[in-house]
């Protein structure tokens, strides 16, 4: 446990350009699951790559080698903060590139017989590949439903599903419309003892904290950098023996490059030479809140995801109480912190009942609050709770540069609009 101080919020916007923007004058922003705003160090590091290290990377000429150094310093960071080797950290375009790739992988990896699991909680990313190749193989396909009245996923369902002849588990880490963190090490443990191997989609967890993904124990690990203050670039972790496993997705020559096998994209420089500069963000706010300059970086992570998830939680109550008090606003997922061992990120769904989702999001813009209706490509996830994905649900999504001022807005917007 961290001993450091709560989350001086202050600080921590002084680190986002964004809140000084025009653009941004009068508003508050709730739309961060969709992506959030970009810290300064990413800023500074995108604009020093690209007024200094602009050049194909990894020739020996100065530019060049400098580009080709940021580009691995990225990697090593990442892995540092992830608790994984430097060799098991992929960067690609983005999530659902990522995911499509690896079903392609594990396309020649499965044969017919072998029995994949998917959930219907997920974002459309990190399912619609798999089950497209398992459908492609004629392999068993079964889905693991939510609950149609809490959108949550239970373990037990899972038990009832795997069976020696399950290889694959696709789950989220947490739902990108319920918010909830699922149990990741325990669907791991489960999976794994019967030979299957787990892929957590993490791109609705790790803006909320920055895991240890060897004690998670998932095989594979995908989340999204410009949702956690950086750049528009796809992380995904593949544990050393599945990408020794899995046929290389890349050039025949780029085959023992343990980073290329899985990313037959060219890959972006810039953006990975600057992947690397939130972390820079999170050893300042360590440090601001009396962290030791020691520390590592992983403890680093550890620390300041406390300190995220502590003053979130705060925020995250009062919003809840709000809108499940509220019975004119279905509020999708549970309306407290912590069920199942889980936890509840800040992502707070709703669909209303006296008024279209569309018109609370422009009456909720009206008043200053910026987000969204839609069904967010968690289609099947509104879908198994009986709401229209045509027609969407609202959605606010905080984070920890969100300030207590910005929900009480929200609250009392919502309040204003509905009732
Ligand atoms: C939970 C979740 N998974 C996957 C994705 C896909 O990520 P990307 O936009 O990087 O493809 C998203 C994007 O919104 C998401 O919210």
């Avoid at 780029?254 to 963000?281: E, F, I, K, T, W």
């Avoid at 920890?400 to 309040?415: F, G, K, P, S």
Wanted: net charge negative; proline share 5%; aromatic share 8%.
């Amino acid at each position: 446990m961290t001993s450091l101080p709560s989350l001086d919020v202050e600080f921590v916007r002084t680190q986002f350009p964004a809140f000084g923007s025009p653009e941004n004058d009068g508003t508050c922003f709730f739309d961060n699951a969709a992506g959030s705003y970009a810290c300064r160090q990413t800023i500074d590091a995108l604009t020093d790559f690209y007024t200094h290290t602009k050049v194909q990377p990894y020739s020996p000429f100065g530019p060049s080698e400098r580009a080709g150094e940021l580009m691995d310093r990225s990697r090593e960071r990442w892995a540092e903060a992830l608790g994984v080797d430097t060799d098991e950290v992929v960067f690609g375009p983005s999530t659902s590139m990522n995911t499509y790739v690896l079903a392609q992988a594990f396309g020649q990896w499965l044969s017919a017989d072998d029995e994949v699991i998917v959930t219907n909680q997920d974002h459309e990313a990190n399912t619609g590949s798999t089950r497209r190749m398992a459908e492609r193989l004629g392999c068993p396909m079964h889905e693991w439903r939510t609950n149609p009245d809490t959108g949550l996923l239970d373990v037990a369902d899972l038990e009832a599903l795997l069976n020696e002849r399950t290889r694959l588990v696709t789950v989220p880490h947490a739902s990108n419309i319920v918010g909830q963190e699922n149990e990741i090490a325990r669907i791991c443990e489960l999976a794994h003892a019967v030979g299957a191997r787990v892929i957590v989609d993490g791109v609705s967890f790790v803006p909320h904290g920055i895991p240890d993904v060897a004690a998670l124990g998932a095989d594979v690990y995908l989340f999204s950098l410009y949702k956690v203050y950086s750049v528009h670039q796809g992380v995904m972790v593949v544990r050393r023996e599945l990408l020794n496993e899995l046929p290389n997705q890349g050039h025949f020559f780029n085959d023992s490059v343990p980073h290329a096998r899985l990313n037959p994209a060219g890959p972006d420089h810039a953006q990975v030479g600057c992947a690397a500069a939130v972390l820079d963000y999170v050893e300042t706010l360590h440090r601001h809140h009396g962290g030791d300059p020691a520390d590592s970086l992983r403890r680093a992570c550890a620390d300041v995801s406390e300190l995220w998830q502590a003053h979130e939680d705060a925020l995250t109550v009062s919003l809840l109480d709000a809108v499940a008090g509220n019975d004119r606003l279905r509020l999708l997922g549970p309306a407290v912190l912590d069920v199942n061992d889980g936890h509840r990120c800040p992502t707070v769904a709703v669909s209303p009942t006296s008024i279209e989702p569309e018109a609370l999001q422009d009456a909720l813009i009206a008043r200053g609050v910026q987000t969204t209706a839609n069904h967010f490509y968690g289609w099947r996830c509104l879908d198994g709770m009986g709401v229209d994905p045509e027609r969407g649900a609202l959605r606010l999504s905080f984070v920890h540069y969100t300030t207590e001022a910005e929900v009480d807005r929200v609250i009392q917007a919502l309040d204003e609009i509905v009732g």
